[in-house]
């Protein structure tokens, strides 16, 4: 069982950044290292979509295109986080934002949400024009 907790949301205007993190425990003391992390968000009327993974043991981060070059996620290993740091914000990124865990993900799953078992509260982001 792993616990995710999100934070860093809140409410910002175009062009601005924003820092969300994903705080991870599992009941078995397993390291956020051995999952496979995404990030998934969900605009209101709208169904959840993916916005970036990170693989396990360092195996390669991946972003939808509408974020590449504006987000950036990195694992903080020590503190067993994850973040996503994401710049030049559109009222697009409007949505809130979940932190996803999963094992045994493969690559050709890495952006469906089926592949997650683990899933937090989600943080919202909102982006004014």
């Known amino acids: 069982q792993v616990r995710l907790v999100e934070s860093g949301g809140g409410l910002v205007q175009a062009g601005d950044s924003l820092r969300l993190s994903c705080a991870a425990s599992?009941?078995?003391?397993?390291?956020?290292?051995?999952?496979?992390v995404a990030w998934f968000r969900q605009a209101p009327g709208k169904e959840r979509e993916f916005v970036s993974a990170i693989r396990r043991f360092g195996g390669g981060t991946y972003y939808r295109d509408s974020v590449k070059g504006r987000f950036t996620m990195s694992r903080e290993n020590a503190e067993n986080t994850v973040t996503l740091q994401m710049n030049n914000l559109t009222p697009e990124d409007t949505a809130v934002y979940y932190c996803?865990?999963?094992?045994?993900?493969?690559?050709?799953?890495?952006?469906?949400?089926?592949?997650?078992?683990?899933w937090g509260q989600g943080t919202q982001v909102a982006v004014s024009s």
């Open positions: 996803a865990a999963g094992e045994g993900i493969i690559l050709s799953s890495i952006t469906a949400d089926r592949s997650y078992a683990y």
């Open positions: 599992a009941a078995s003391g397993q390291s956020i290292r051995t999952y496979t």
